[in-house]
């Protein structure tokens, strides 16, 4: 009996614990929550993670660094043309996005090829051609293959090539918003549209923040 | 069987007939309301990451099933088209498409017939019934390629 209660008490005690752990969906003062961990820094401010500098290649040959997408948010994702999973049903939550979004210039995309082989600029411009978007608010990218690689982990976002995969990537069709500042601040299963449209409605909010 | 035994033989045969025919009433009535249920779960499975769950495909990307022209008038392509995929541009519905598609070379014949069922009486399509026969005679044309 002692047992049974004791047990029942760690239980308890385990739940509770749990539920302090989990971070709720929303930091106290309603806004969205930064990802990542903190740092503080020796005079006491907190650091969050940051996005780190990059540089890539449009379907038009552009360079599109951070500058790009100064004192705007954006969204991000990753993919390859000739994938035979996920991808385009990913496309299709990524063009609800596009067209709730299109008009509002406070809120960019951009599209991170991982194929860097077979993905190039032609390629990526026939692709962007194909979704029939407006490629200054929705841009399709290739660069450096370990620089596409880092830069997924930076978004939190699993991108891995793997030969037993379909079409040879293994990859999670995430989608990241990352504010003006630089941070990651929500994110949503890009084949399922339940999450998309709790992501939606993040995004308004963080547009309504800043 | 001894005569005090609790289930006689004559019982022991009514019950097994009873649940066969239990279970062969449930399995018909299954049948009658979803007719191609197991297209629809190789669709879900292979083809609607593509074309989409409702079939409508995206943009110039990927052409729609439902309510497709081109599915429509080449029926006895179907087969190689799933098996070997199909490259080039093609037109349905007059927008032009051109994304190669690859084949989905591990279903077996009676497996792709069932998946034709389904698009052709998915979304409203009525594009008439496949069988596994024909299947395997459209089938030779692409096998040995």
């Given amino acids: 009996m002692q047992r049974l209660i004791s047990g029942i008490v760690f239980i308890l005690l385990l739940i509770i614990g749990i539920l302090f752990v989990i971070p709720s969906g929303e930091s106290d003062n309603g806004k969205l929550p930064i990802f990542g961990f903190k740092d503080v820094d020796n005079k006491g401010d907190t650091i969050y993670h940051k996005i780190p500098d990059f540089s890539f290649i449009d379907q038009d040959s552009n360079i599109i660094t951070n500058e790009t997408f100064a004192g705007k948010a954006y969204i991000t994702d990753f993919f390859f043309i000739h994938c035979p999973s996920i991808c385009p049903k990913v496309k299709a939550q990524m063009m609800r996005i596009y067209d709730e979004f299109e008009n509002n210039d406070q809120l960019l995309m951009i599209s991170h090829s991982i194929d860097t082989r077979n993905d190039t600029v032609p390629a990526l411009k026939a692709y962007a051609n194909k979704l029939d978007v407006n490629t200054e608010k929705w841009r399709f990218v290739t660069g450096e293959h370990d620089l596409i690689y880092e830069m997924a982990d930076d978004y939190f976002i699993t991108a891995l090539v793997d030969e037993d995969a379909p079409g040879g990537f293994d990859h999670s069709g995430t989608l990241i918003l990352v504010d003006k500042n630089r941070h990651v601040r929500a994110s949503a299963n890009g084949t399922d549209p339940k999450s998309v449209d709790e992501f939606l409605v993040k995004i308004e909010k963080l547009l309504n923040e800043e | ?145």
């Avoid at chain 2, 409203?124 to 005679?137: A, H, L, Q």
Wanted: charged content about 20%; glycine content about 6%; aromatic content about 8%.
């Fill in chain 2, 1 to 145: 069987m001894k005569s005090n035994s609790l289930l006689s033989d004559s019982k022991v045969k009514f019950i097994i007939s009873a649940v066969a025919i239990i279970i062969l009433v449930f399995q018909l009535s299954n049948c009658s309301y979803q007719p191609f249920s197991q297209g629809e779960t190789l669709y879900e499975y292979h083809c609607a990451n593509c074309h989409m769950p409702d079939g409508t495909g995206l943009k110039s990307l990927i052409p729609p099933l439902a309510n497709s022209d081109w599915l429509k008038e080449h029926q006895e392509e179907l087969p190689c088209l799933i098996r070997k995929g199909i490259k080039g541009p093609l037109t349905v519905n007059g927008k032009v498409y051109d994304t190669e598609m690859a084949g989905i070379e591990y279903l077996n014949d009676v497996q792709i017939n069932n998946v034709i069922n389904y698009i052709n009486n998915a979304w409203g399509n009525e594009y008439g019934d496949s069988n596994v026969k024909v299947v395997r005679k459209a089938l030779e044309s692409c096998n040995s390629q």
